[in-house]
Structure formats: structure tokens, C-alpha cells
């Protein structure tokens, strides 16, 4: 999966995915983490999106972003995702390979619940927004036969712009290392800065993008497409 299209429920008309958008997966964000209401009701949006977008032929994975293990909110993201089960999640600060482990033990569960073959739900480890993930981004070998790849959002970590690129490596290398895609969220704007960034991730061993609209998709599959 080379180009993820993220989907917002604080978007206009709430989760909606432009018709021929060309992604080879879809991320819906339920929002922050401390909002319970607008949070219950982005729950319920992804639900009724999951099974409108069950109901096309030829739809992409449909992925969920939710909250950090450590969190209430994460265990009732998982229980309001019954009602309509994705491809996969994103699970958002990931601090390491017991994260994933949990998290999996925690989708094992849900998925007998919910007449899911067991380990069909994949997990991106969105693996480097506190200090303590990065850290831990060279453990994830063996984690779980889930684990689906590594993502960098690096807007909540502190540092200057010569501490990011180090992290950006070091995500691309823990992925290797263990096996699965780098991912990193394509720059604002399409033309030639997101060809460049593009360019520049692949050459950095990262084999997708999330894309913030559908208008940078063309760009991310052509650079990334190919050996």
C-alpha cells in the first residue's frame, strides 16, 4: 500500500472519500483523544463509513486511527469498532513492542467477538511521536505477524529540524529491521515540493505516503511505484 488517503471525521460532511481517488488504502481520524462527545459521534461515522464502503466493489482497506494504549479512550475506540470491523488501525503513539503485543491481544479478542478470522486486522505503529517510541523503533522484529508497518508523524515531537531528520532515519531503519513499510505523511501542497519529498523518502527507504488530500495521490504512487 503505497498511498494512504487520510480522512478526518472534523472534515466538512465527515468522513467522505472523493469518488476515483486512486488510494490504495483509507485512514479515518476519529480526532483528539479528549473530546468524548465529538469522539463518540466520529466513532459512529466511521462505523456507518466502513459499511457503505463494504458495500462497493473493488473499495480499498479501510484503516482507523486510535488512541495510545495507555489511554481509556483506546479500549472504547476498539469496542465501538464491533459494529463494523477495518482492515486495520493505527495506533497512535506506540511506544514499542509490548504496545503492538497488547494491542493484538486486545484485537484477538474482538475479532472472536465479532466473527473475525483471528489476525486479519493489521497494525501500523504510528512509532515515533513521543521520546520513549523513539527509543524504542529498533524492537519491533517479531512484535506480532500484525504489524503491517511503522509511520512517522513527528509534529508532536520536540526538537529542532536536524533532530527530526535523525528520527525519520531511524524510523526508516526499525522498520527494516523488522521487516515491514516505513510510512511517512506527504507535505502540504502537491507540484514539484511534493514531488521532491517524495523523491526524498523513497531514496530514505520509505515505501508509502499518507496523503492529506486526494489531489497528491498520482504523485505519491508514481515516485514510489516500482523496485
Known sequence: MRAFLILSADAPGGFSAPPGHRASALLLR???VDEAGARAQARDGARAFINATRAL???PPVF???APVRTPVHDADLDALAGAWPDGVFLEACEGRADVQALSAKLAAREAMAGVAEGATRIVALAAQTPAGVFALGGYGQASARLAGLALDDGPLPGDAQAKATVRTLLALGAAAAGVPALL????GV???LAAACAAARREGFSGMLARFPGQIPAIEAALAGP
Not at 185 to 188: K, N, Y
Open 57 to 59: 466493489a473493488g473499495a
Open 30 to 32: 476519529l480526532g483528539p
Open 185 to 188: 505523511i506527504a507535505p502540504a
Open 64 to 66: 482507523v486511527q486510535i
Open 191 to 193: 507540484g514539484p515540493t
